[in-house]
């Protein structure tokens, strides 16, 4: 299977809070999964990506929780900012590169 | 700096009337994507090119094709658009395609068709 299925669709936060947002896959192949963050009229931008053969990764308010043996991964936005609000993605990428992204998450981050 | 220019930002075109989307690239990565991408729905692959080699995804429309002349510019042709290819079409690029390549993506071209 090919799909990552992402949730929430949306997502209201107020300032300060914590922000999460789920992914679950199928394929044992996918190798590779970054979150893209993608602002109104523009393309994503990579935000932060992980490896299968690690549990979790943090960057500054963002981390990325991973259990490889429920295929599920997370994304977790500490102390959420008003410009936080954006649009979401959850990729998995294979040896070959072909990124199969989720359906994304809207955030908002409410002062 | 922009590192994936895409032009135009915004392109309207007529029902059936050919159109050309642009992308050129400053990274000298090997590999150009196209995306096309609905309101409110994920970047969906069109195609790619490995440096020369172009590769189709199964459920492209024959509709698009592409073009990569050199290394920094690759062309997106739509021969006949239809009103359901009304979109934003990104372009990315990474260095190679192994799964851990970062891809750049472009601000993308919004394409309007009536």
């Known amino acids: 299977q090919q799909q990552v299925k992402q949730s929430p669709q949306s997502l209201i936060v107020q300032k300060g809070g914590i922000s999460i947002i789920n992914c679950a896959y199928e394929n044992t192949a996918f190798d590779y999964f970054p979150w893209y963050q993608q602002f109104p009229g523009k393309g994503p931008a990579l935000l932060i990506a992980?490896?299968?053969?690690?549990s979790e990764k943090k960057e500054g308010r963002f981390t990325i929780s991973f259990n490889k043996s429920a295929k599920q991964f997370s994304l977790h936005i500490m102390d959420s900012q008003p410009g936080d609000s954006a649009t979401y993605f959850c990729a998995a990428s294979t040896q070959g590169g072909k990124l199969i992204f989720g359906q994304g998450t809207e955030l908002s981050v409410k002062p | 700096d922009a590192m994936v220019i895409q032009n135009p930002r915004y392109q309207v075109t007529q029902f059936g009337k050919p159109v050309t989307l642009s992308c050129s690239q400053t990274l000298n990565h090997n590999v150009m994507y196209w995306y096309q991408q609905k309101s409110s729905q994920a970047p969906k692959l069109l195609f790619h090119?490995?440096?020369?080699?172009?590769?189709n995804e199964a459920d492209t429309p024959d509709n698009f094709q592409s073009r990569r002349p050199n290394t920094s510019f690759c062309f997106l042709d739509i021969r006949s658009p239809g009103l359901g290819d009304a979109a934003m079409y990104l372009c990315a690029t990474s260095w190679d395609r192994s799964a851990k390549n970062i891809q750049y993506f472009g601000a993308g071209t919004r394409l309007s068709v009536l």
């Open positions: 090119y490995y440096d020369k080699d172009f590769n």
């Open positions: 992980i490896r299968p053969d690690v």
